[in-house]
């Protein structure tokens, strides 16, 4: 199931966030490879209600991030555009704990998002990095297109997606 986060749960979400930053070293991926995301991201995104969980059992397995309303670094997009001026919704900071892999829990999140969009008669836009293969490979297989590149606040790129709804 999912549900909104609460501040008790970003001591076991940045665990996941630990576990994915190892393995997107291993994995030679420049993502998340500073100390953000990790337990005040949780902490700020649940008293503000954007932080979502998806647990099983009373175990939490994943976190997400979900917001509908304008995100700064979407404002400009570079070599592309969006796919429309559409309202949107946008999601960042997917994390599964590495023992709940292969699950289709990240599936289940999109299924989530897309149907929060369509509740709302929005569009979903989301944006990862360039060598983050398996989440493009997932973001694809839901859908998206691709549109361009944004700049995170740091500079950092990224690719940038939206799904029409």
Same mark, same amino acid.
């Given at each position: 199931?999912?549900?909104?986060?609460?501040?008790?749960?970003?001591?076991?979400?940045?665990?996941?966030?630990?576990?994915?930053?190892?393995?997107?070293?291993?994995?030679?991926?420049?993502?998340?490879?500073?100390?953000?995301?990790? =337990?005040?991201?949780?902490?700020?995104?649940?008293?503000?209600?954007?932080?979502? &969980?998806?647990? +099983?059992?009373? /175990?939490? $397995?994943?976190?997400?991030?979900?917001?509908?309303?304008?995100?700064?670094?979407?404002?400009?997009?570079?070599?592309?555009?969006?796919?429309?001026?559409?309202?949107?919704?946008?999601?960042?900071?997917?994390?599964?704990?590495?023992?709940?892999?292969?699950?289709?829990?990240?599936?289940?999140?999109?299924?989530?998002?897309?149907?929060?969009?369509? =509740?709302?008669?929005?569009?979903?836009?989301?944006?990862?990095?360039?060598?983050? &293969?398996?989440? +493009?490979?997932? /973001?694809? $297989?839901?859908?998206?297109?691709?549109?361009?590149?944004?700049?995170?606040?740091?500079?950092?790129?990224?690719?940038?997606?939206?799904?029409?709804?």
């Amino acid at each position: 199931m999912i549900r909104q986060s609460k501040v008790s749960d970003a001591e076991q979400v940045n665990i996941y966030f630990q576990e994915a930053r190892e393995y997107f070293r291993k994995c030679a991926v420049n993502q998340w490879q500073g100390i953000y995301p990790n =337990q005040e991201s949780v902490i700020e995104d649940s008293k503000v209600g954007n932080g979502y &969980i998806y647990e +099983q059992d009373g /175990i939490v $397995k994943a976190y997400f991030f979900l917001v509908f309303d304008e995100d700064p670094t979407y404002k400009q997009i570079y070599q592309g555009k969006w796919k429309t001026p559409k309202q949107y919704g946008v999601i960042h900071r997917i994390v599964v704990g590495m023992k709940y892999r292969r699950e289709g829990i990240a599936e289940k999140i999109f299924h989530y998002a897309i149907e929060q969009a369509r =509740q709302k008669n929005s569009n979903l836009r989301i944006d990862t990095h360039k060598d983050n &293969i398996p989440m +493009q490979k997932l /973001i694809e $297989k839901n859908l998206f297109e691709y549109c361009g590149i944004i700049h995170l606040a740091d500079g950092s790129e990224r690719l940038a997606y939206e799904k029409e709804i």
